[in-house]
């Protein structure tokens, strides 16, 4: 393998403390051209400002804490390589949108969590199945790439989708992706209705545009848009059903 | 509830949130106590969440490290029943490579059945029927339960455990002073990395449970502890390539295991000792190391891209004269009184693994000191969502 070579950047980033107005910090940094944005972003705290607050714990994408936007973009940065981006390149850093800010570039994502938490399903499996000789030996009914079995709960889709920033109260793309999945997998009637009156909501389903945003920014292909789709057929196709057997 | 000085709970700090301090905050707040983290960064910022994510079973050190086997084996099995939500729990197998591998094979199965780690030999087609990917070369497999957890929210169980038990988790806080009374510990002196303001925090006792940052906060009350950080490099790839953890079946050395973790597979790790724990440099040589011992397990490791590097500083408890890799995986207590502080205890060492257990022998010396008579519960209490954390 070839030595690594030193990559520049100028990291623009966003500083906000409580009571103060918010501001932008330039810090240059040099890191190897095989770093991630993450390692950057350490860097950038190790070298210039200890009071630099981002959230990171993993550094390998499993668990979903240190998302935020790079120019404008969400990203995860522990995945995102430097060398995405021209050596001297300036880049700004911004927290994710859709979420109350703690400081700095780190948000509370107690709306994410939370929301998670009402839906109930599960991110890690027991046994996670493995893709072999280009085939993958999954359960029944569960897809291949974009499963919901995939997601982190980073929150990318929450700050990317455009009807979280119109209704703060919206389920968003990951909660309804998981719905999706409880209603596919799941037999059980309570269950399922706890989930069909929670979904077909005025801040639930329906609030879903199609923007196709969260799918775009989801570092795990886990489709929350189709899964959307597919969840207001369900929807609808109970409304119908019910409609006929009353 | 025993954790009371008269009507008041005592209060603990605990200083760092990885997963020690998370699980030393749960203990104490089980027993009554009232407790105030104190963590500088995010939850699971340094070493715990830079994890090699394997729940062991102890096989790694069944030869070398009894006491850390069995250690290993008993927390394996109550994590099952108190975090069953953040594990993955695919066992690992221990192959052997070549013949040096298969000769330490009788030692290895000697080993894990004196240690109480269950062991089951597989036939090699048949591991290689179960583990595609795994060198078809290898002599031998050996089946343990071994398991993979999610470190943050590994953190978080806890935390949103004790949270509901009363305690108070403060993240973005740093420990710039330790406050004292004579020689005796009186609380903290923190900034807030949020505003930015600096203010005291009063207990009745501290902890400090910073991992390899454990000296520098111990040198804050003039006291030393042999806790000698230890880099560790660890490579993860595109896609996940085993079901189980793949171990090389021999005593423990640099680039002998590959974890899978959900959609990545983490293959680790190197050992060498550090003074700055936070800038430490990844040696290119050590990322090249990881592929060509990885790819002597699994040869598609080779080939499949690389999803990130990291690594991050261990704290071991240090021997004199000992190689890092030979000392003890377990872990220490120090209550500082023996250097004369009092009201202030480390606890060092060990693995997430072993969090658990750790806190129980450091909430036993607190509760001993405070004079609180309060039994340990961790081991059947079944922990809070980590959903619930952000509650």
């Known amino acids: ?246 | 509830m025993g954790g009371s000085n008269g009507n008041k709970p005592y209060h603990v700090i605990v200083i760092g949130a990885g997963s020690t301090g998370s699980a030393t905050a749960h203990d104490l707040a089980l027993r009554g106590l009232k407790v105030t983290v104190i963590e500088r960064g995010e939850i699971a910022s340094g070493t715990t969440g830079r994890n090699h994510c394997l729940l062991h079973s102890g096989g790694r050190y069944a030869v070398k490290d009894r006491e850390g086997a069995i250690e290993c084996i008993a927390e394996n099995m109550i994590l099952r029943r108190i975090m069953p939500d953040v594990l993955e729990l695919n066992d690992g197998l221990f192959v052997a490579t070549n013949e040096s591998d298969l000769a330490f094979k009788p030692a290895f199965l000697e080993g894990c059945a004196s240690c109480g780690i269950p062991t089951r030999e597989i036939p090699v087609d048949q591991a290689l029927k179960i583990e595609p990917y795994l060198n078809p070369k290898i002599l031998a497999a050996v089946q343990v339960p071994d398991g993979v957890f999610e470190p943050y929210r590994f953190c978080l169980e806890f935390l949103a455990t004790a949270k509901k038990n009363g305690a108070e988790v403060l993240p973005y806080h740093e420990v710039v002073e330790l406050k004292m009374s004579g020689n005796a510990v009186t609380g903290v002196k923190v900034r807030d990395n949020r505003t930015l303001q600096v203010r005291d925090i009063g207990a009745d006792l501290v902890v400090n449970a910073a991992g390899p940052w454990a000296e520098k906060i111990a040198r804050m009350g003039g006291v030393d502890v042999p806790v000698k950080p230890t880099a560790g490099v660890m490579v993860t790839v595109q896609r996940r390539l085993n079901q189980m953890v793949v171990n090389r079946l021999n005593k423990p050395s640099d680039g002998d295991i590959v974890v899978p973790q959900r959609q990545t597979s983490i293959i680790g790790t190197t050992s060498w000792p550090v003074d700055d724990m936070d800038a430490i440099e990844i040696p290119q040589e050590h990322v090249d190391k990881m592929i060509a011992m990885g790819e002597q397990l699994i040869p598609l490791v080779r080939q499949t891209p690389i999803r990130g590097v990291m690594v991050v500083a261990r704290p071991l408890v240090s021997k004199p004269g000992v190689d890092e890799r030979e000392v003890s995986r377990t872990f220490e207590c120090f209550d500082h009184k023996h250097d004369g502080v009092e009201n202030f205890v480390t606890i060092s060492g060990g693995k997430t693994t072993t969090a658990r257990a750790m806190a129980e022998k450091v909430t036993d010396i607190v509760c001993a000191r405070l004079g609180v008579k309060a039994e340990c519960r961790t081991r059947e209490t079944r922990l809070e969502s980590y959903r619930l954390y952000y509650n």
């Open chain 1, 1 to 246: 393998m070839l030595n690594a070579m030193a990559h520049k950047l100028i990291l623009r980033v966003y500083r906000y403390k409580p009571d103060r107005e918010p501001y932008y910090d330039t810090f240059p940094v040099e890191v190897p051209d095989t770093a991630n944005v993450l390692d950057a972003i350490e860097r950038a705290w190790d070298d210039h400002d200890r009071t630099l607050m981002f959230r990171h714990a993993c550094h390998h994408a499993s668990c979903g804490s240190c998302g935020l936007r790079v120019n404008g973009c969400e990203k995860l940065p522990c995945v995102t390589p430097v060398a995405d981006y021209a050596d001297g390149a300036t880049l700004t850093i911004e927290p994710m949108r859709n979420f109350p800010l703690i400081t700095d570039i780190a948000v509370d994502a107690s709306p994410l969590f939370e929301r998670m938490q009402l839906v109930g399903m599960p991110i890690i499996r027991e046994a996670e199945p493995l893709r072999a000789d280009g085939k993958t030996i999954f359960p029944e009914g569960v897809r291949d790439f974009d499963r919901f079995e995939n997601c982190i709960e980073c929150g990318l889709c929450l700050s990317a989708c455009p009807s979280m920033a119109a209704d703060p109260l919206y389920l968003g793309p990951v909660a309804l992706a998981a719905a999706e999945r409880v209603l596919a997998t799941s037999s059980d009637s309570a269950k399922r209705s706890r989930i069909l009156e929670l979904i077909d909501d005025e801040h639930g389903l329906w609030r879903c545009h199609s923007a196709w945003e969260c799918t775009e920014v989801c570092p795990y292909q886990v489709n929350p848009a189709e899964a959307i789709m597919r969840l207001k057929r369900i929807v609808a196709a109970e409304k119908f059903k019910r409609l006929f057997h009353r």
